[in-house]
């Protein structure tokens, strides 16, 4: 992911200068396989663009390598680049969100604004990271974990005062693919692959296949978008758990069925659900059958659809159609932007 953000850097540099007066140079980059490396003079960006790992020629003599990860050496990692941003991309952890949470939090208190992908801290960690950000007068930004980078969650900053009442989605791509494949003939393990060749499923595919990938979305939509009580109070803020969350994955639709409701004028959609009840929230991921011609009927391939239910609009949809490789880090982007553009 972060290396398709770095071309879509590279891409927009000269209007990120001219327009939003931002220059920045990439000082750090770090995955298990590369380890943790610094330089701050800057790495060649039309490097780092390609395949292999980073050009190191040019580093200076104080710049470092450190190759295990630990909660330290990630705070090494970060003051020898000198990192005024952390773009988190690491994969989902369903459980803990970790290590994500740890980079995240390290990055906050280095003084960094911290812009994260994995929808792992939004869930476990919001509260925490958000105030923590707040107090070192930085930005915990996550656009990009919902809907690639569709400015939902910004959406909600242009509405004070607004109240979510509820909302119902198809927020996985991975699955969406996988259903339309299979109704077209694919086997479930073809349409896998096909997900999988697409770049849109997550590092381990069951995440997306048992509905994982979908309740994470959801939990993280309630928490940031739900969470206030009505009088606008952060207390109780938290108002459900990953584990509330009803979920059944699309494991057992059979490529006949699916044959079937779509003939029928009824696909088969992985839809989430959320619903204001009383002084809590339901919510829930499961296959639905849906009418062809309704919007979330509509929703094909990599696409995907919200609709809130607000006190001010009653209905208010969001589709994106067919999303491509550089739609999550053009989340990451202007996130970026509005961390460091004023
Ligand atoms: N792809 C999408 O369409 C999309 C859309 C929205 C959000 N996201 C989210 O964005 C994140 C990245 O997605 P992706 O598709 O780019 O995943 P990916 O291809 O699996 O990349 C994950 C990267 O994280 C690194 N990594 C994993 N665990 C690490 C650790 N403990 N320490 C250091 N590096 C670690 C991996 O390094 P190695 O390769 O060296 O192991 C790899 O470079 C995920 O959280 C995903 O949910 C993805």
């Not at 990120?16 to 770090?30: K, Q």
């Not at 692959?193 to 990938?213: F, N, P, R, S, Y």
Request: with cysteine; proline share 4%.
């Amino acid at each position: 992911m972060n290396r398709t953000l770095v071309r879509l850097l590279a891409d927009r540099e000269a209007e990120l200068r001219n327009r939003y007066g931002i220059a920045f140079r990439v000082t750090g980059i770090a995955s298990r396989s590369l380890g943790w490396i610094a330089d701050r003079a800057g790495f060649d960006v039309t490097t780092l663009c390609g395949a292999g790992a980073p050009a190191r020629e040019k580093s200076e003599p104080d710049s470092k390598f450190i190759s295990k990860t630990t909660p330290q050496n990630v705070r090494e990692w970060l003051a020898s680049a000198q990192a005024d941003v952390l773009f988190e991309a690491t994969s989902l952890n369903v459980k803990d969100g970790q290590p994500a949470i740890d980079h995240i939090r390290a990055a906050l208190e280095h003084g960094a604004h911290a812009i994260t992908a994995n929808k792992g801290p939004i869930v476990h960690a919001y509260r925490e990271l958000r105030d923590l950000a707040a107090a070192r007068g930085k930005r915990f930004l996550f656009e990009s974990t919902v809907m690639d980078g569709v400015p939902i969650f910004s959406l909600f900053d242009q509405m004070p005062t607004i109240h979510l009442q509820g909302f119902h989605g198809i927020l996985n791509s991975t699955t969406n693919v996988i259903l339309g494949e299979m109704e077209q003939g694919l086997s479930f393990d073809e349409a896998l692959k096909k997900a999988q060749a697409l770049g849109v499923a997550e590092t381990d595919a069951t995440h997306d296949i048992d509905g994982w990938d979908a309740a994470v979305k959801t939990a993280a939509l309630i928490t940031v978008l739900m969470g206030l009580n009505e009088m606008g109070s952060n207390e109780n803020d938290v108002p459900i758990r990953l584990e509330d969350i009803e979920r059944e994955g699309i494991r057992d639709l059979t490529p006949q069925a699916l044959r079937n409701a779509r003939r029928d004028g009824w696909p088969f959609k992985l839809v989430c659900r959320a619903k204001r009840e009383g002084n809590g929230i339901k919510a829930s991921v499961a296959p639905e059958k849906v009418l062809a011609t309704s919007p979330m009927g509509k929703v094909t391939g990599t696409s995907s659809y919200i609709y809130f239910e607000t006190d001010i609009f009653p209905g208010l949809a969001v589709t994106e159609e067919n999303p491509g490789l550089y739609a999550t880090a053009y989340g990451l982007l202007t996130d970026f932007v509005r961390a460091v553009g004023g």
